[in-house]
């Protein structure tokens, strides 16, 4: 396949990509005789987007429109999903959200499943047929995801275990103190857990202010003590949007030092933590679009390019700089956070691109245009 007509990330325009098999062949001046082609029409071609964070089981897309009926609480929320999302089929919602994210450039997805004592195994089940029948057109990893609690929630730790010999990926967790109210009860576990399944954590940490601040320091000890260094992530981490900066310098430092990287959506009602001071400070940090038009918020319409620009405009992150760091937080860096290798464009790379109407990444993430050619590992999944 030749993708003729390119903008490259490096300036150059009116180049042809070469592609055999799921890699760059090579990147050439003149056209081919012996490709099929595909006409790129001028587009910039960047590496295909990575979604490090959403719930695919939780989607209402392809449903009549729903109005929000949760309270303003996280726990009138997950009363909501067990209340209305167990009559719903997940995979016919989870596709239609997969359509939406692939048409805008995603093939690579951190997907938080939810195992709780109402749904069971069932949202994996529905998940995982999904992750398998659209193998070829995208990459999708499972978190078996608490949603309900841990400890205060009967039964959900032999259910989490049942999910990841069922074939979950990475092991979830969930405000150990506000939620669990059993921090160390709740740690211990999943720690424990993840340690004999040999799995990474993911934990969504909402606490605010000293609560949060001490459970990411409980999950950063343990870390270190169970030697998962660069396997933990925590989704959020509002505390650290409010920290005092002696307490966000500890905090960045902690984090660098037991390799626990941070997952950000940019919430718009809370405070968000300074992304780009703490990757210089060596924390991983990646960012995702979490709930999109479900039980839990009726905003998000699956474009990471989107969402890059709704933190940076939070972030004010106005020079082009700034903006390609996002960028990369949101292609190469968010493919290696999920163990796979990171598409680019230059020889030997994997194949996998999103081409759309710009000069440059800060262009594309700013304004993000409407996309064209999308690329999975050498095979054309929208265009």
Not at 139 to 145: D, G, M, P
Not at 167 to 172: D, F, P, Q, S
Not at 237 to 257: H, I, N, R, S, T
Request: a negative charge.
């Amino acid at each position: 396949m030749l993708l003729s007509n390119c903008r490259l990330p490096d300036g150059r325009t009116g180049m042809h990509v070469l592609v055999r098999g799921e890699r760059v062949a090579a990147i050439l001046d003149a056209p081919v005789d012996d490709a099929e082609v595909v006409d790129c029409r001028g587009h910039l071609l960047l590496p295909a987007l990575t979604d490090f964070h959403l719930h695919l089981d939780k989607a209402l897309f392809g449903l009549p429109w729903m109005p929000h009926a949760a309270g303003p609480d996280r726990m009138s929320r997950i009363e909501t999903d067990a209340r209305v999302l167990p009559g719903l089929p997940v995979e016919p919602r989870a596709e239609a959200l997969l359509r939406r994210c692939i048409a805008a450039g995603t093939v690579h997805f951190r997907t938080h499943v939810d195992i709780t004592p109402v749904f069971g195994l069932r949202n994996l089940e529905g998940v995982l047929a999904v992750r398998e029948a659209w193998a070829g057109r995208c990459h999708i990893q499972t978190v078996a995801f608490p949603q309900a609690g841990v400890m205060r929630a009967p039964g959900t730790i032999e259910l989490l275990e049942a999910a990841l010999r069922m074939g979950a990926e990475v092991l979830g967790g969930l405000d150990p103190c506000e939620v669990d109210r059993d921090p160390k009860g709740q740690l211990d576990a999943i720690f424990a857990l993840a340690g004999r399944f040999g799995v990474g954590l993911d934990i969504h940490l909402h606490e605010a202010g000293e609560m949060g601040l001490f459970s990411l320091a409980e999950i950063c000890a343990r870390t270190r003590a169970s030697g998962m260094q660069g396997k933990v992530w925590v989704s959020h981490g509002f505390c650290l949007g409010a920290a005092p900066e002696p307490k966000l310098q500890a905090a960045a430092a902690m984090l660098a030092e037991a390799g626990v990287g941070l997952v950000s959506h940019g919430a718009g009602a809370a405070p968000l933590p300074p992304l780009l001071r703490l990757a210089e400070a060596g924390v991983a940090v990646l960012i995702g679009n979490d709930n999109m038009r479900d039980t839990w918020s009726p905003y998000g319409t699956g474009d990471m390019l989107e969402r890059a620009a709704v933190i940076g405009w939070r972030l004010d992150a106005r020079t082009d700089a700034a903006i390609a760091r996002l960028f990369g937080m949101a292609t190469a860096e968010g493919a290696r956070g999920l163990g796979i290798e990171a598409p680019a464009v230059w020889e030997g790379a994997v194949a996998s691109f999103v081409a759309l109407p710009a000069e440059g990444v800060g262009e594309a993430v700013a304004q993000h245009p409407p996309r064209g050619v999308v690329v999975f590992r050498g095979r054309v999944v929208e265009a």
